[in-house]
């Protein structure tokens, strides 16, 4: 192969010995030709190609790019509307009056509500007029009118979905951000003011960075009046000045329902830009790319392969060094988009999980809800039904015969088991009574154990697996024995053919993720108590409905579908959490996470002495009996005077105290906590004491003791349905000291 050397003197040789002396060979006059022509073609092919790949880009990028600005949008938008639907849901019956009265715990509770969601620096409770009721982030709320604020007119005119106002520096906070709010509704379908919640639009900045850190792409969050949300790169200013009529493009106007709506602006085409439209909340988010920026890094390329092929010796080594480097470069970038997407897409699927597992927290909260109430109206009913029978069998005494006293046996055992039933829907709604206590959990378990072992039969394998050195947890022992007999139970039905339960002991560690949905109890050490099965298993649709009250999947008559719920409420009004994990065909696993006690188990006391026999009689003592219900009033009212003394019965409290205030004297109070008026039987025991001080009260409720105040008014509550003996005797307790003369 020849050299660089070899080749002049070949050229000569082929000349001839006849050449003119100087003339360029033709050899090389082509080859100088070709030297010239061929970079100057592979210039203009380049330079050709480079224009248009750079473009295709340039126009693939800003697509690209502002797909995943509209779904991270989209997610922002739909998350601040649940949250504006949980601040709605959280006021929704009451009026402005009652939403003043419990203003201080509604605006701690928007606090803690604002804490936990990054996107929004405050919330806000707006009157009709438009003036500020409550904000999350002070209290006392300061007086602030947004009627003449841009977004306040079009929700007062009855603007659907979502409204957007214009981004604003704020005064308490020196942040800017943009209102996002939805009218409030009252009953009758008026406008009644409004919930609002103050945006970040540093937040939408945020992420827009991290989708482009090159800072080559301008992103923008409109509305499609043209006003600008949220800008980046932006140095705020732009944000305050309203849209120019007649300026706003058509496709922010009319954004495109579906994909992207891409177009060049200014008078040369300098910009391109992709519009998307964000659901159906009145947003447009734009990516924007300099066409200059395109044209100088076209002009940049074009120089260097000038420069290379000026050089034809070092012009394949440059052009190859210059694509492997090109190429690294693009795999960094490439890889550092690909990067930010997955994290997108695992925040966007940590936020679907989370608003999924606060939907079915927020169901079993109504559900709950919804039980405590049916379970008032229950215990009422069976108050006055085991009172009825009371008084039959004192009536009837020993003149009843054997098919009376059976049936009336069968009405008390029918009470019985209703109360039973009530006792499992007011667990599941956390309003069981529960007497707490520093357990040593381990020791419970062992204790437990043959009993377990007797419900789960002779097929059915227990095996304990206990941690020592575990730390005392915090239960009502009865309710947590009761919890794990239900559990075992449920294991037994689940393995027809035998198997083995696992029953383990442990200290966890939970964090706020795994506690997504329970706002009852708080991360840290909880000490966990596991029963696994190598059973059938559930099914996702059957686990997610589990705790259900009256859901299961047993043959008719093999189950109520309490089991659970009870568990569920009972570890919930702990302040724990209960989770199951189970996989058709591989067995289930339920485990309940007691929080950890700070004081050692307590050691049992001596037994208490039995309680006297007998009730005494007491014939001047005088009862006011104030109850709303009339067949639970009657009764009462009955089983009293049948005993001896003087009662005057009330159908509230505001009649009871026109009682009081005309002069009737009485010996004892009792009343019903739960009643129409606007006064509560707790409220009207104080008012006594307030006017009658030293007189007894003795109040009655079939919520468990969970109405609000119950925790802190002092005074004794008989749980319904009641025993009337058990009633007659502590209203006679009660009664005695201020009554001279016991029969």
């Given at each position: 192969m020849p050299t660089e050397q070899d080749v002049p003197g070949q050229a000569a040789r082929q000349a001839g010995p006849g050449a003119a002396p100087g003339r360029v060979p033709f050899s090389l006059r082509i080859l100088l030709v070709c030297s010239i022509l061929v970079p100057l073609l592979v210039l203009i092919?380049?330079?050709?190609?480079?224009?248009?790949?750079l473009h295709e880009e340039a126009l693939a990028d800003v697509d690209r790019q502002s797909a995943i600005a509209r779904e991270h949008a989209l997610k922002v938008v739909e998350t601040s509307a649940l949250v504006l639907d949980r601040i709605e849901d959280r006021v929704r019956g009451m009026d402005w009056a009652q939403i003043d009265a419990e203003g201080e715990?509604?605006?701690?509770?928007?606090?803690?509500?604002?804490?936990?969601?990054?996107?929004?620096?405050?919330?806000?409770?707006?009157?009709?007029?438009?003036?500020?009721?409550?904000?999350?982030?002070?209290?006392?709320?300061?007086?602030?009118?947004?009627?003449?604020?841009?977004?306040?007119?079009?929700?007062?005119?009855?603007?659907?979905g979502l409204v957007f106002g214009r981004p604003r520096l704020s005064r308490l906070t020196g942040i800017v951000g943009f209102v996002a709010g939805r009218p409030r509704t009252a009953p009758d379908g008026k406008f009644d003011g409004a919930v609002m919640g103050n945006m970040l639009p540093a937040y939408f900045r945020a992420q827009w960075q991290a989708l482009d850190p090159t800072g080559?792409?301008?992103?923008?969050?409109?509305?499609?009046?043209?006003?600008?949300?949220?800008?980046?790169?932006?140095?705020?200013?732009?944000?305050?000045?309203?849209?120019?009529?007649?300026?706003?493009?058509?496709?922010?106007?009319?954004?495109?329902?579906?994909?992207?709506?891409?177009?060049?602006?200014?008078?040369?085409?300098e910009w391109l830009t992709a519009f998307r439209k964000v659901g159906e909340h009145g947003l447009v988010v734009s990516a924007t790319r300099s066409l200059d920026q395109v044209a100088a890094e076209w002009w940049h390329n074009t120089a260097v392969t000038a420069v290379t092929c000026a050089f034809v010796a070092l012009a394949l080594s440059l052009t190859t060094l210059l694509a492997i480097r090109r190429w690294r470069s693009?795999?960094?970038?490439?890889?550092?988009?690909?990067?930010?997407?997955?994290?997108?897409?695992?925040?966007?699927?940590?936020?679907?999980?989370?608003?999924?597992?606060?939907?079915?927290?927020?169901?079993?909260?109504?559900?709950g809800r919804l039980t405590g109430g049916i379970a008032h109206d229950f215990n009422n009913l069976l108050t006055a039904i085991l009172g009825t029978v009371h008084l039959l069998e004192r009536h009837i005494g020993s003149a009843a015969d054997e098919r009376v006293k059976k049936l009336l046996g069968a009405a008390r055992d029918a009470v019985q088991r209703g109360a039973k039933l009530n006792a499992s829907l007011l667990a599941f709604a956390r309003r069981q009574r529960l007497h707490t206590e520093s357990l040593d959990a381990n020791e419970l378990v062992r204790g437990f154990t043959p009993l377990i072992q007797r419900a789960l039969g002779e097929t059915v394998t227990l095996a304990p697996v206990l941690e020592t050195d575990l730390p005392a947890c915090r239960a009502d022992a009865a309710q947590l024995e009761a919890a794990l007999l239900n559990l075992a139970i449920n294991a037994r039905d689940a393995m027809p053919r035998g198997g083995t339960v696992t029953l383990t002991t442990r200290l966890a560690r939970l964090d706020q993720a795994l506690l997504v949905g329970n706002p009852d109890a708080q991360p840290g050490e909880?000490?966990?108590?596991?029963?696994?099965?190598?059973?059938?298993?559930?099914?996702?649709?059957?686990?997610?409905?589990?705790?259900?009250?009256?859901?299961?999947?047993?043959?008719?008559?093999?189950?109520?579908?309490?089991?659970?719920?009870?568990?569920?409420?009972?570890?919930?009004?702990?302040?724990?959490?209960?989770?199951?994990d189970s996989t058709p065909g591989e067995g289930a696993v339920v485990t309940l996470y007691l929080p950890v006690a700070e004081e050692p188990p307590a050691r049992p006391g001596p037994p208490l002495p039995p309680p006297p026999e007998g009730v005494p009689t007491l014939a001047r003592a005088s009862i006011l009996v104030v109850e709303d219900d009339e067949r639970v009033r009657d009764v009462a009212a009955e089983t009293l005077r049948d005993a001896g003394f003087r009662v005057i019965a009330a159908q509230d409290a505001l009649?009871?105290?026109?009682?009081?205030?005309?002069?009737?004297?009485?010996?004892?109070?009792?009343?019903?906590?739960?009643?129409?008026?606007?006064?509560?039987?707790?409220?009207?025991?104080?008012?006594?004491?307030?006017?009658?001080?030293?007189?007894?009260?003795?109040?009655?409720?079939?919520?468990?003791g969970t109405?609000?105040?119950?925790?802190?008014?002092?005074?004794?509550?008989l749980q319904k349905p009641y025993d009337q003996a058990a009633l007659v005797r502590r209203i006679a307790e009660l009664a005695k000291p201020r009554n001279f003369s016991v029969a």
């Open positions: 092919g380049a330079a050709s190609y480079d224009r248009q790949q715990a509604i605006q701690r509770w928007m606090l803690s509500l604002d804490e936990s969601v990054a996107q929004m620096i405050s919330l806000h409770l707006v009157r009709p007029d438009g003036r500020l009721a409550l904000l999350s982030i002070a209290w006392p709320t300061p007086q602030f009118d947004t009627s003449q604020r841009d977004y306040f007119p079009a929700m007062r005119n009855g603007a659907q080559r792409t301008n992103f923008a969050l409109l509305r499609t009046d043209g006003q600008i949300l949220a800008a980046y790169p932006s140095s705020g200013d732009e944000l305050f000045e309203a849209p120019v009529p007649g300026e706003v493009p058509a496709m922010v106007r009319n954004p495109p329902e579906t994909g992207a709506a891409i177009a060049r602006f200014g008078s040369r085409g693009e795999q960094r970038v490439q890889l550092r988009l690909s990067q930010t997407a997955d994290e997108l897409r695992a925040e966007i699927a940590r936020r679907e999980a989370a608003e999924a597992g606060l939907m079915q927290a927020q169901r079993l909260e109504a559900l909880y000490v966990a108590i596991s029963l696994r099965d190598t059973g059938t298993g559930m099914a996702p649709e059957v686990r997610e409905r589990a705790f259900e009250p009256f859901f299961t999947t047993k043959p008719q008559g093999k189950g109520t579908g309490l089991g659970l719920s009870q568990v569920f409420g009972f570890v919930r009004q702990l302040g724990g959490h209960v989770a199951i009649e009871a105290m026109a009682l009081l205030r005309r002069g009737e004297q009485f010996d004892v109070l009792f009343s019903d906590i739960v009643m129409p008026g606007g006064m509560t039987g707790i409220e009207l025991a104080q008012q006594v004491t307030r006017l009658r001080p030293g007189m007894p009260v003795l109040l009655a409720t079939g919520f468990a109405v609000e105040g119950s925790a802190s008014h002092n005074f004794e509550v």
